[in-house]
């Protein structure tokens, strides 16, 4: 596509629910990278993958969070047993650069959980 | 590990002046700096892209200047418009890892 896409754009759970967020990069990009963003801060690096490989998931904050990229296109970050400080936006982003490059994202998806 | 930090955290102009964002990072060993622009609401659209080894880059009314040695980067918009309001940020990816380090961002309004 044109454009790093990510659904659903909003995403409304009850805390304990499951969620998954899905992440389409920019068709060949090499390298996607899992932030997440609190109100009025800057975005924190969650998870970085080369491909098909997860080569660092050391800002995942908890092993409640998994992320996965089986085919090296498509990502689902998913949160398992959903807590209210989980609540962020979750930005995805892609790099046609195996090295250090320039970064694209997407708009991000709003998860609140009540 | 690479801290970053912007300064000011918020700033309102009248429409047309000539602006200046501050960025700087404590680790000066950085292959880029990265300048983004992100909307209320929406995800994070890159403005300019500095390599190391340039000293600024320009896209139409927007300049970005990187000192490596002395750990800043500015931001420069000149003759600001009230579509320029948005938030600001800087990042910079530490030593040679691929994931950034960003500042907590710049809020800009630019009052018509």
């Known amino acids: 596509g044109a454009g790093v896409s990510q659904s659903p754009r909003y995403k409304v759970a009850k805390r304990g629910q499951d969620v998954a967020l899905r992440c389409d990069p920019i068709?060949?990009?090499?390298?996607l990278f899992w932030y997440q963003q609190a109100l009025g801060q800057g975005p924190e690096f969650l998870t970085y993958f080369q491909n098909e490989a997860q080569l660092d998931k050391s800002g995942l904050p908890s092993d409640r969070f998994f992320a996965e990229r089986p085919e090296g296109s498509v990502s689902t970050l998913k949160i398992q047993r959903t807590q209210q400080e989980d609540s962020a936006v979750y930005l995805c982003?892609?790099?046609?650069?195996?090295?250090?490059?320039?970064?694209?994202f997407g708009p991000g998806t709003r998860l609140t959980v009540l | 590990k690479q801290e970053v930090t912007q300064i000011p955290a918020a700033l309102s102009v009248p429409e047309g002046e000539n602006l200046v964002l501050n960025c700087s990072f404590t680790?000066?060993?950085?292959?880029?700096l990265q300048w983004f622009r992100q909307d209320p609401g929406k995800g994070l659209t890159s403005l300019l892209l500095?390599?190391?080894?340039?000293r600024e880059q320009t896209s139409g009314r927007l300049n970005a200047s990187l000192d490596k040695s002395s750990g800043r980067s500015t931001l420069y918009i000149a003759a600001s418009q009230p579509g320029d309001s948005a938030t600001y940020l800087c990042a910079v990816p530490p030593g040679n890892n691929n994931d950034m380090r960003f500042g907590a961002g710049t809020r800009l309004t630019v009052k018509p």
């Open positions: 680790d000066s060993a950085i292959y880029n």
């Open positions: 500095i390599q190391s080894s340039q």
């Open positions: 068709s060949g990009h090499v390298s």
């Open positions: 982003a892609s790099s046609s650069a195996a090295t250090v490059g320039e970064q694209f």
